[in-house]
């Protein structure tokens, strides 16, 4: 515990020399990176101990404890009920494990940036670790965060990382309700299970309003969290759920700054990615976990989705989303300000399945396309979606569109019209570029084409509708992108 209290001290001094101080006044100075803004769309990566049973999804640890669980069922069948998850420790073996080929193939997707699981809830952390033997650098020799890094690097991508600490004060706390017999409940390995915190009312799952971190527990989740940075000298850092607790609030704020801090002394714009009021409003990036925002944010914000519809990890049993689905779902984001995080699941011995690498390809091909209207670009002024409203919030992305709906971004001088449904007839008739002060545009159009078609598109615009003939009918299963050139 000592390694914990120096790295304390250290990140106090660092804060009182640094100009971000831990009070929301001083970190509302955040500015959004310019990086950020122009790369727009980066790659997700779960990927950990989790992977090795790939049955249900990622929170395998805590379900294998929770007795009448399929997890758990499976488990105990599988390997048996005294087969506790430090042994799928020794199973995790990524000897395929190759950064600089995952790096190819996100770089082909169009990615800018990617943002690995530095440490998940099972409190394994995939790189070295001076706080905690159960790190990677320690149990098979490898820092998985810092070869991501070195091939981020070579090959110009940003490297970013997620850090899921925080509901490790609970995750394994089936254990102690359904087999206090098990090593969760020992001395012995409380390092790798943590406190597997039990609430009094002995309900498990009351993580809000009975489970609360302990000091000491918030003390060690701050140095943890400060120790990964000064590691992995990341561009962004993304926290989930838990830390938006009150308690969590003061050692947040001082995370928050020593950061920022660091990222001054780096020479790098960096960002801190939250969820559900964790941060005051200017102090970070807020993210919407699989779903969206209504209307359109003044700053930059982020979605986080995955690829797979049931899970955030490999499994076997993995449903996969079509490069069609995801590319309608990047689009709403982008054109309402927002910045996409999609998510892959390697499996354990280090490879992406085939599943995965075949949407992420696709898309890739759809940028190469359309990246003019994705990369650096903003909503359009008067309108950033034309059609049926739709419900948002998060886990609401399984949206339907219709021949109505458009989606739009813009660029100095260049409107970009999405348009969302499946099917295109010949005619494509958009409401919100129809000649007027309000409501409409009064720029003088001089272009119409398709992006990847440098075809002029003849159009007539009134004050009811801009009209563009597209010669033909068109299968719009993975969307087009009008571009429109005006003076």
Known sequence: MNRVKEYLKMIDRVIEE????????????????????????????????YSVPAYFNEWYPRLMYKKGEQAALYHE??????????????????????????????????????????????????????????????????????????????????????????????????????????????????????????PQSKNIDKTDKEIFASEEYLEEWLASACEMIDRCKPLAVYFDWWVHKDEFRPYLKKFVAYYYNRGVEWGKEVAVFYKWGALFDGCGIFDVERGQIDGVSPQLWQNDTAIAKNSWGYTDNNSFKSPAEIIRNMIEVFSKNGCYMLNTGPKSDGTICDEEKAVLLEIGKWMKTNSEAVYGSYPFEVCHFEGKKKKNGSFKENKKFGKKDFCFTQKPGKIYIFPMGNHLKETVTVKSLRRANEGGIRYKIKNIHILGDNRKLEFTQTEKALKINLNKTINNAVPVCICVEVE
């Open 77 to 198: 069948k599988t390997y048996g009920r005294n087969f506790e998850y430090r042994h799928f420790i020794e199973k995790f073996k990524p000897e395929k494990f190759d950064a600089d080929e995952w790096i190819r193939i996100f770089k082909e997707s169009g990615a800018g940036f990617i943002m690995p699981v530095g440490e998940h809830h099972d409190g394994i952390k995939m790189y070295k670790s001076e706080l905690n033997r159960w790190n990677m650098g320690d149990l098979n020799g490898r820092d998985y965060m810092k070869e991501l890094h070195d091939a981020c690097d070579r090959a110009d991508i940003g490297f970013c990382i997620s850090n899921h600490r925080a509901e490790h004060y609970w995750f394994f706390n089936g254990a102690r309700k359904f087999y206090p017999g098990s090593e969760v409940c020992s001395d012995e390995y409380c390092d790798l299970y943590g406190p597997a915190f039990m």
């Open 18 to 49: 640094g100009s971000f101080k831990d009070n929301w006044e001083s970190l509302s100075k955040f500015k959004v990176p310019e990086w950020y803004r122009e790369k727009r769309f980066g790659i997700f990566i779960h990927w950990g101990v």
